[in-house]
């Protein structure tokens, strides 16, 4: 009898406890999970949901509507046997854009940081200046290019690189100078990385700079041992940042012929494919399985980035 | 007397490269301003002078028939009704939902804290086309294609991670005190939130919603997903669609840069106002992180 009272009495004790502790733990969490809670539910329904489902799809035939049936690495194997070919020009030029951009206009609008960091006169004029194309909606930019870069030798900057006697070029119609092209108009947008540099440059201490040139340092050594360095969390960030924006481009849509293919295939970059088998195709299976594919290389690419950030100063040492 | 000598050659030489450095400067601006005048000029031709070759860039006569035949033969006060709608929804849901969750991981301690905000700061790695074809299903499902819905209701759920950052970030940076004092004379936490905490943000506020202005304001992709019906578009997606299928031959020229002229003129005039929180507000907020 009394072991038993005592068995009920201990048991009973253990569930008091228990309900003690989550008393404990709701009142200690209770207000930051509910200001949290709208971007648990979002991240629920709006991203990890939808990254499940299309794992899935990319193993089935799925037009998007009743057709639905399981094919295994169908998707796969064909993407890596007859589309191959198709597969690896997409992947290629947006590779060959991103190694070219990313970097190219890292330098750029860091050169142009430089120029408006100055302590001279209207050089917030020039600031504005330089910052105005970014605000032009990307579709904006995407019809005045193609108007500039008429490829007829009458068109506008034909006609002006005429006079320095350069022959005129077929711009985004031609294969060869199709991706240049798109290069170079994207450098319309350096005024981003611009404003994004001269927050790095603010942020170096002034006094650096006096002790450096105190010490005889000259302009070149002050840039590279003291500007570089302590902007390298800035470099990483862009880097990160230019890396997975430049591998899912998809503005070439916009003045890329044939649905934003180019010619001969040559501005055909991975984000439209996945467009046009999804949206035009209706092939939400084979879609998909590009999609990871992309998602994979687009992680692997950070991971790296990540894992070779030694030479990022992090300010403890 | 050579001291003197080389004071004044020192001098010269400094007006020379800053002379230099402004040449340069204005050079860069002209480049970059040019597609700018050249859209709008070539806007205000007639239809006969901007098919011509060679391309001519003065408008002889000045003309605003563009702009006419876009408003009268064409929708675009629609399709601004439309981009307008969805801007202003995101104007006010984005930024007052991302800086709901923030005040939580800013100013409360709870259990998973940690571990949500990393999983948060992982989807700001994450690429959209991952999930835009699911997406694309279960709005189909909800019965929301062809209506606002995408654009909007999904924004009600953090609305971004880097904005959540960011307020975050700011939110860090103010004292307790502030917040000490109203939790003494009984105020709750979400009163604290929207009468003390979220005032103060107003600076890094402002910043995210121009960002939010510019991203929906041109955004073409996510319209041309889910606005399938004619009449439904948005102004991005409807230049988007003209310049491909409507507005292709050359004498159609004037009519794509009247839509362009017309889409960047709100941009533009909010950059020239905001410029200062722009540009120095990314300076103060984005690279604590």
Known sequence: MRIKTDKGVSGGGKVNAFLAFLKKEWRMSWAGWMFISPLVIGIAVFTAYPMVQSLIYSFYNYDGGRLFEFNGIANFRYMFGLDFEEVAKVFGNTFLYGIISVPLNLCLSYLLAVL?????????????????????????????????????????????????GIPPSGFFATA?????????????????????????????????????????????????????????????YNLVTGIIGAMQTNNTMVFASDGGRGPKDSLYFIAVKIYNEAFIAKDFGYASALAWVLFIVIAVLTAVTFLTSKWVYTGDE | MRAMDKNKAQKVRRAVGLTLMYLFMTLLAVILLFPYMFMLLRSL?????????????????????????????????????????????????????????????????FRGKRFFFSLMMATMMLPGVVVQIPLYVLFNDFGWLDSLLPLTIPNLFGGGAIYVFLIRQYMIGI???????????????????????????????????????????????????????????????????????????????????????????????????????????????????
Not at chain 1, 119 to 124: L, M, N, Q, S, T
């Open chain 2, 175 to 289: 004292p307790k005190e502030l917040e000490e004092a109203a939790k003494i004379d009984g105020a709750n936490p979400l009163v604290r939130y929207f009468s003390i905490t979220l005032p103060l943000c107003m600076p890094v506020l402002t910043f995210i919603m121009v960002t939010v202005f510019n991203a929906n304001w041109s955004d073409f992709y996510t319209p041309l997903l889910y606005l399938s019906k004619e009449g439904t578009e948005t102004l991005a997606y409807a230049i988007f669609k003209d310049s491909l299928y409507k507005f292709v031959t050359p004498d159609k020229a004037n009519l794509k840069m009247a839509a362009g002229v017309f889409m960047s003129v709100f941009p533009a005039v909010l950059f020239l106002v905001f410029q200062k929180q722009l540009i120095e507000g990314i300076s103060t907020s984005a690279l604590k992180g």
């Open chain 1, 176 to 236: 060869p100078t199709a991706l240049a092209s798109a290069i170079v108009m994207n450098l319309w947008g350096l005024g981003g990385g611009m404003v994004l540099w001269l927050a790095a440059l603010k942020n170096i201490p002034a006094g650096l700079y006096e002790a450096a040139r105190i010490d005889g340092a000259g302009v070149f050594r002050r840039f590279f041992f003291i500007t570089v360095p302590l902007s390298t969390p800035m470099i990483f």
């Open chain 1, 116 to 164: 408006v960091n100055q302590k001279i006169h209207a050089v917030k004029a020039f600031r504005v200046f330089y910052y105005l194309p970014v605000v032009i909606p990307g579709v904006v930019s995407g019809v005045i290019w193609s108007q500039i870069m008429d490829p007829s030798s009458q068109g506008v900057l034909n006609l002006f690189l005429g006079k320095f």
């Open chain 2, 45 to 109: 031709m007639l239809d006969s002078q901007v098919m011509l070759y060679p391309v001519e860039l003065w408008p002889e006569p000045f003309s605003f028939t563009a702009y006419v035949t876009l408003f009268t033969a064409n929708n675009y006060f629609g399709y601004f009704l439309q981009t307008a709608k969805v801007v202003v929804f995101n104007l006010i849901a984005i930024p007052l939902s991302a800086s709901f969750v923030a005040y939580g991981f800013s100013k409360y301690r």
